[in-house]
Nanobody, 123 residues
Framework: QLQLVESGGGLVQPGGSLRLSCAVSGYLGYYTIGWFRQAPGKEREGVLCISSRGTSTDDAGSVKGRFTISRDIAKKTVYLQMNSLKPEDTAVYYC?????????????????WGQGTQVTVSS
């Protein structure tokens, strides 16, 4: 069973930055990894994705120009760099994995999920 563990969440002021990490128990060349978030009372939202081949989704929507995704295959870790954070970025952030080598931000297409890490943006 593939395991994913998120870390790096916390409390940050508006305009600040955080880097989330997703440690994966398997080889990243076999898995497409997505970052998702869920705010209280809202549906889970796809943020960014990086495929098993290393290609990533274009940043779009509410995180455009502020968030980037990257990975370190040797460390089996995928990162979500979040800059210029806004209060509306407050959510639990999850990483998830799927075997098909194509990116998608459809949560129901991911088979493996981490437990989530809380990000709170507040002054």
């Amino acid at each position: 069973q593939l395991q994913l563990v998120e870390s790096g969440g916390g409390l940050v002021q508006p305009g600040g930055s955080l880097r989330l990490s997703c440690a994966v128990s398997g080889y990243l060349g076999y898995y497409t990894i997505g970052w998702f978030r869920q705010a209280p009372g809202k549906e889970r939202e796809g943020v960014l994705c990086i495929s098993s081949r290393g290609t990533s989704t274009d940043d779009a929507g509410s995180v455009k120009g502020r968030f980037t995704i990257s990975r370190d295959i040797a460390k089996k870790t995928v990162y979500l760099q979040m800059n210029s954070l806004k209060p509306e970025d407050t959510a639990v952030y999850y990483c998830a994995a799927r075997i098909p080598p194509t990116c998608t931000l459809a949560a129901d297409l991911y088979a493996y999920w981490g437990q989530g890490t809380q990000v709170t943006v507040s002054s």
